[in-house]
């Protein structure tokens, strides 16, 4: 088929040229909506604000890959045999569980992983009609009432998903190997990978129904994970505001915030509010600190502590997500 390309008939059709100018079409798109910083996706925030939907650039993206197909290789004209696309998603429907994840599929033949995402995110949600879906730069999770049941990374170098579940001690499944190395929640030490959409079968939704029950018992704190460059996408914080770390009912330390949502305190930059640099401020031999507790942001309207921002940012998420299941 590549030799093909080089052919008299192929260079000769207009098919290769509709091809060429398709192919630099997919280019051209994809560079636009993949960049959080462009225009494009400005105004296409605006366009969701005039409709009360807030989303932030690396939302939007996420977005974007997921329902973007992989990009185009083949020249389009020529007559190929009929064969299962590896990439087919699972349909958008009310598909009953058992069939989402029986999707045709070449065997052996891998899969995207944003197919795979797309489709295991249909079936949870056939399964579990109220989970609420969140997605960081790092991994897509899965939660209910605000409580976290389920994260999902991918795993490009063997184009899988990892499945991190909250499941019982006494939980037995071979497809559930213990890995306390890939999430940095101890009770998501349960793994399960996922390489093909036949993967995603009855038996992995009895699973992740059970790490949801696990996770409604009571026993797991709720699901907080908010980052700071999502207060900074807001307009809650925004980049440049004076931030304060309170301890021992004194102000330990200032600092600021970043466009990229850092804290930048003394000309170094630190991605998480809860660095052990900035335990050692309460003390030697302090271990850890739970920075949104410790930092304040200094706003026009007075001192704010940062979990409090976190928990406006969090309920105006839950307003927005309950008006869209009401035009649902």
């Given at each position: 088929?590549?030799?093909?390309?080089?052919?008299q008939?192929?260079?000769?059709?207009?098919?290769?040229?509709?091809?060429?100018?398709?192919?630099?079409?997919?280019k051209?798109?994809?560079?636009?909506?993949?960049?959080?910083?462009?225009?494009?996706?400005?105004?296409?925030?605006?366009?969701?604000?005039d409709?009360?939907?807030?989303?932030?650039?690396?939302?939007?993206?996420?977005w974007?890959?997921?329902?973007?197909?992989?990009?185009?290789?083949?020249?389009?004209?020529?007559?190929?045999?009929?064969?299962a696309s590896?990439?087919r998603?699972a349909?958008?429907?009310?598909t009953?569980?058992?069939?989402?994840?029986?999707?045709?599929?070449?065997?052996?033949?891998?899969?995207?992983t944003a197919?795979?995402?797309?489709?295991?995110?249909?079936?949870?949600?056939a399964?579990?009609p109220?989970?609420?879906?969140?997605t960081?730069?790092?991994y897509t999770?899965?939660?209910?009432?605000?409580?976290?049941?389920?994260?999902?990374g991918?795993?490009?170098?063997?184009?899988?998903?990892a499945?991190?579940?909250?499941?019982p001690?006494?939980?037995?499944?071979?497809?559930?190997?213990d890995?306390?190395?890939?999430?940095?929640?101890?009770r998501?030490?349960?793994?399960?990978?996922?390489r093909?959409?036949?993967?995603?079968?009855?038996e992995?939704?009895?699973?992740?129904?059970?790490?949801?029950e696990h996770?409604?018992?009571?026993?797991?704190?709720?699901?907080?994970?908010?980052?700071?460059?999502?207060?900074?996408?807001?307009?809650?914080?925004?980049?440049?505001?004076?931030?304060?770390?309170?301890g021992r009912?004194?102000?330990?330390?200032?600092?600021?915030?970043?466009?990229?949502?850092?804290?930048v305190?003394?000309?170094?930059?630190?991605?998480?509010?809860?660095?052990?640099?900035?335990?050692?401020?309460?003390?030697?031999?302090?271990?850890?600190?739970?920075?949104?507790?410790?930092?304040?942001?200094?706003?026009?309207?007075?001192?704010?502590?940062?979990?409090?921002?976190?928990?406006?940012?969090?309920?105006g998420?839950?307003?927005?997500d309950?008006?869209l299941?009401g035009?649902?």
């Amino acid at each position: 088929e590549q030799l093909w390309q080089l052919s008299q008939e192929s260079v000769t059709t207009a098919s290769v040229r509709t091809w060429l100018n398709q192919l630099r079409l997919d280019k051209a798109v994809r560079e636009t909506v993949f960049n959080p910083g462009s225009s494009t996706i400005k105004q296409l925030r605006k366009a969701l604000a005039d409709a009360e939907i807030h989303a932030t650039p690396q939302e939007l993206v996420q977005w974007f890959r997921i329902q973007l197909s992989p990009p185009m290789s083949r020249v389009q004209g020529r007559q190929q045999p009929v064969e299962a696309s590896p990439h087919r998603l699972a349909p958008a429907t009310n598909t009953p569980p058992e069939t989402v994840g029986q999707a045709e599929q070449p065997p052996g033949e891998a899969v995207d992983t944003a197919a795979l995402l797309t489709a295991l995110q249909h079936a949870v949600d056939a399964r579990i009609p109220t989970t609420e879906w969140r997605t960081t730069s790092a991994y897509t999770a899965a939660a209910e009432e605000g409580r976290l049941f389920l994260v999902v990374g991918v795993r490009l170098r063997t184009r899988s998903l990892a499945l991190g579940l909250d499941l019982p001690a006494e939980t037995s499944n071979p497809r559930a190997v213990d890995d306390p190395r890939q999430f940095s929640w101890e009770r998501f030490r349960r793994v399960v990978t996922v390489r093909a959409l036949n993967d995603i079968d009855d038996e992995l939704l009895a699973l992740i129904a059970a790490s949801r029950e696990h996770t409604r018992s009571g026993r797991t704190t709720a699901y907080h994970h908010v980052s700071l460059k999502q207060l900074v996408d807001s307009g809650m914080l925004p980049a440049g505001t004076p931030l304060v770390f309170v301890g021992r009912d004194a102000d330990l330390a200032r600092a600021h915030i970043s466009p990229a949502g850092e804290i930048v305190w003394q000309g170094n930059s630190y991605r998480s509010l809860s660095d052990r640099a900035f335990s050692a401020l309460l003390g030697p031999g302090r271990a850890s600190v739970n920075g949104w507790t410790q930092w304040y942001a200094e706003l026009p309207s007075g001192r704010v502590q940062l979990a409090e921002l976190r928990a406006k940012y969090l309920a105006g998420q839950a307003s927005v997500d309950r008006r869209l299941e009401g035009a649902g």
